[in-house]
């Protein structure tokens, strides 16, 4: 069974660091194709994709907030990690991981329950 | 990067109503459109991929069509499960996705 849990804080103070933690299960973040995602939902608004890690540890940003973002991996833990600096209030939202998959004819997405991060000083 | 615009942000509906939505992409992804469905304090659950395709287990009252820009999910008959907010998403540019601004399906 596939599964994806994220953890991180509650709550951070305006330009601190925000550091995410997804710890998956049911798949190894070394299997070819794989890869994960995060993407984040502000409090009534849509969701925005943030930065993507494939198996080989090729990755990939948001055009807007590159700056600002790391993703990486341990696979020996099973852990996806999403570093973002520099937070402010804007940056309150829900914050998913997400394996997202794609192939010839088909396409999967696996959600994580999201964790709430309120940037507040 | 590519937009995705969906229309109408909101809609009022009744139990048993067939329902719309329409997403619009600012460029062709081909048929490289997903559809899903977030109720309120959840993640987001897959219903359709590749335009059309129902994933596993989703109720066939849902379905989805388009291609190149224009694409529609339509719900054949609201059900009380159903009221929720669904959103588009262009995989054409895979890993780097995009999500339409949500369209929120409210009971009349």
């Known amino acids: 069974q596939v599964t994806l849990k994220e953890s991180g804080p509650v709550l951070v103070k305006p330009t601190e660091t925000l550091t995410l933690t997804c710890t998956v299960s049911?798949?190894?973040?070394?299997?070819?194709?794989?890869?994960v995602s995060w993407i984040r939902q502000p409090p009534g608004k849509a969701l925005e994709w943030l930065a993507h890690?494939?198996?080989?540890?090729?990755?990939s940003y948001s055009t807007s907030l590159k700056s600002r973002l790391t993703i990486s991996k341990d696979t020996s833990k099973s852990q996806v990690v999403l570093t973002m600096t520099n937070m402010d209030p804007v940056d309150t939202a829900t914050y998913y991981c997400?394996?997202?998959?794609?192939?010839?004819?088909?396409?999967?997405?696996?959600w994580g329950q999201g964790t709430l991060v309120t940037v507040s000083s | 990067d590519i937009q995705m615009t969906q229309s109408p942000s909101s809609l009022s509906a009744s139990v048993g109503d067939r329902v719309t939505i329409t997403c619009r992409a600012s460029?062709?992804?081909?048929?490289?459109l997903a559809w899903f469905q977030q109720k309120p304090g959840k993640a987001p659950k897959s219903l359709i991929y590749?335009?059309?395709s129902l994933q596993s287990g989703v109720p066939s009252k849902f379905s989805g069509s388009g291609s190149g820009t224009d694409f529609t999910l339509t719900i054949s008959s609201l059900q009380p499960e159903d009221f929720a907010t669904y959103y588009c998403?262009?995989?054409?540019?895979?890993?780097?996705?995009?999500f339409g601004g949500g369209t929120k399906v409210e009971i009349k």
């Open positions: 590749a335009a059309s």
């Open positions: 460029q062709g992804i081909s048929n490289y």
């Open positions: 998403q262009q995989y054409n540019s895979y890993p780097r996705v995009t």
């Open positions: 890690i494939f198996s080989n540890d090729e990755k």
């Open positions: 997400a394996r997202i998959r794609r192939g010839s004819g088909w396409y999967e997405v696996y």
């Open positions: 049911g798949f190894s973040l070394s299997n070819a194709r794989m890869g």
